[in-house]
């Protein structure tokens, strides 16, 4: 499944028009009434915004079996693991976005929203492992048009307090497909299937719906690699 032909975006997020609107229009009112050395601060802060609320084009991959970031920032977790919400074996990769990171959250892989868990929780460090369970967060379970199951979780961080998903079960998601935002610092987890294998390592820097993390399976594969 790819991206419908004329798919595009704003190249600013949506989620920070507000946002922006309110830091120029307070920068430039510094300046006009008390000058550039007051306002500088503020055009500082606008300078954050801008790039914080930044949303780029990029290139999805299109090769059968991808497994792609959902996010961009660093590789933090990386191995098996228990996945806790289909009660599985299963690869985990956590990806940690801090507050210069692009952080719109994209698809990793195409197919069917089936499940979707919302969790209230705390505002632990996004990097620590307990956030993966004690943290605000918001899950999907995706499969895949080869019935692989794929679950990505978008987490609260320290900072970040508001979750946005735009997407609920019966949505058909491309690869790459641009459904949620986490505002200030936080981290998205996939749980991939049984024999996936991961094409990063930890420390790396990752893309969001550019860079693959991992291959999924062949249907005559299993077992964990």
């Not at 430039?28 to 802060?45: Q, R």
């Amino acid at each position: 499944m790819t991206a419908p032909v004329g798919t595009s975006q704003p190249l600013l997020a949506r989620e920070g028009w507000v946002h922006i609107l309110i830091a120029t229009v307070l920068a430039v009112a510094t300046t006009l009434l008390w000058g550039a050395l007051w306002s500088a601060p503020l055009w500082l802060i606008w300078v954050f915004v801008l790039q914080f609320f930044r949303d780029p084009v990029r290139q999805i991959p299109d090769a059968v079996g991808l497994v792609c970031s959902p996010a961009d920032g660093k590789i933090i977790a990386l191995g098996l693991s228990e996945d806790p919400y289909l009660r599985r074996p299963a690869l985990r990769m956590s990806v940690f976005m801090n507050v210069f990171s692009v952080h719109s959250n994209r698809a990793p892989t195409a197919g069917t929203v089936k499940q979707r868990w919302y969790h209230e929780g705390n505002f632990f460090n996004a990097a620590l492992d307990k956030a993966a369970l004690e943290n605000e967060r918001n899950a999907l379970h995706l499969v895949t048009e080869d019935g692989h199951d794929v679950i990505f979780v978008q987490i609260a961080g320290l900072i970040a307090r508001r979750i946005l998903c735009y997407v609920e079960p019966g949505a058909c998601l491309y690869r790459g497909q641009r459904y949620g935002f986490i505002r200030f610092g936080s981290r998205v987890d996939l749980y991939l299937p049984p024999g996936s294998k991961p094409q990063v390592r930890l420390g790396q820097k990752v893309t969001a719906g550019e860079s693959v993390l991992a291959l999924l399976p062949d249907q005559t594969e299993s077992g964990l690699v």
